[in-house]
């Protein structure tokens, strides 16, 4: 009975894993590299190809834990909807009634069609020891979880506005801070999503941009320069060229040097 009763406790749990043994500095530190989209089992996390680190070049193409050593792992995106009896069915008859002994005996009744989802142990089909299959949800609770992959908001942008968003916060800004605020989260999202870049360069959105700056000239600085270069693709200290990476964004933002000359700063 006391199972049946609403919680008033609220959380989020993002992807998850239980290991056999401790981790060395270097392993966590890398496994906090992956970020929270990562939802593998850490068995090739960075492919075969080799990626930069402070340290040097290193090779990422073997695994960061033993097979073995990881007992046990959960993620929004290894979840399935099923009855009861469905899970009976792919569990086995004995193994189901040891769940119904253990897990529902405190609902009351129950029957073959009553809903639950099933968060997948995604450490089960590693070799090693024999591993529990995941976690259940069930009956009434099912309304209140809920399933969801976190992702940048550089890459969910698009779903949520887009580039109409963003050139939204700039034409509200009505102060240098808020401008700086509005522009940096634009170069921000701008600079790490291509399909954003993209979408800024078909619909003329650079000019729209400049418009918008234009109409605040007296809220520019040397930081709102620095970050429509940035913009732009000119000041990228991790390479060296001699061409401009976005010619739209450069003649639209930077081509009328008398505007930034009679800006403020």
């Known amino acids: 009975r006391c199972r049946r009763r609403c919680s008033k406790l609220r959380w989020r749990l993002g992807p998850a894993h239980i290991f056999d043994d401790s981790l060395a500095v270097s392993t966590v530190k890398s496994i ?3 970020g929270p989209c990562y939802v593998g089992s850490f068995q090739a996390p960075y492919g075969v190809v080799e990626r930069e680190s402070s340290e040097g070049t290193l090779s990422s193409g073997g695994p960061l834990i033993a097979e073995d050593k990881i007992s046990f792992g959960l993620n929004a995106l290894s979840h399935t909807d099923m009855s009861l009896q469905d899970l009976l069915d792919c569990g086995g008859e004995r193994d189901g009634m040891q769940f119904l002994k253990d897990e ?3 609902l009351g009744p129950i029957h073959g069609g009553m809903p639950m989802r099933v968060f997948h142990n ?3 089909h590693l070799s090693g020891q024999a591993r529990s ?5 069930f009956g009434n609770f099912l309304s209140s979880v809920r399933s969801f992959q976190p992702k940048p908001v550089s890459t969910i942008i698009g779903s949520i506005g887009g580039i109409h968003l ?3 916060l ?3 800004a009505t102060n240098v801070q808020l401008l700086y605020a509005a522009v940096k989260a634009l170069v921000c999202v701008v600079t790490t999503n291509a399909g954003i870049m993209l979408e800024m360069e078909k619909t003329g959105g650079f000019q729209v941009l400049a418009m918008l700056l234009q109409q605040r000239r007296q809220h520019l600085n040397g930081h709102i320069l620095h970050l429509t270069f940035s913009l732009v693709g000119t000041v990228d200290s991790n390479r060296e060229s001699t061409v401009i990476p976005h ?5 639209d933002l930077l081509g009328n040097l008398q505007f930034w000359s009679q800006t403020p700063e």
Do not use: I, K, M, R
């Not at 299959?133 to 949800?137: A, D, H, I, K, R």
């Not at 010619?247 to 003649?251: G, L, V, Y």
């Open 247 to 251: 010619p739209t964004a450069f003649s």
């Open 166 to 168: 963003l050139l939204g």
């Open 122 to 124: 995604t450490a089960l």
């Open 133 to 137: 299959f995941g976690g259940v949800v």
């Open 104 to 106: 529902l005996s405190a």
């Open 32 to 34: 906090f590299e992956l």
């Open 170 to 172: 700039v034409a509200q």
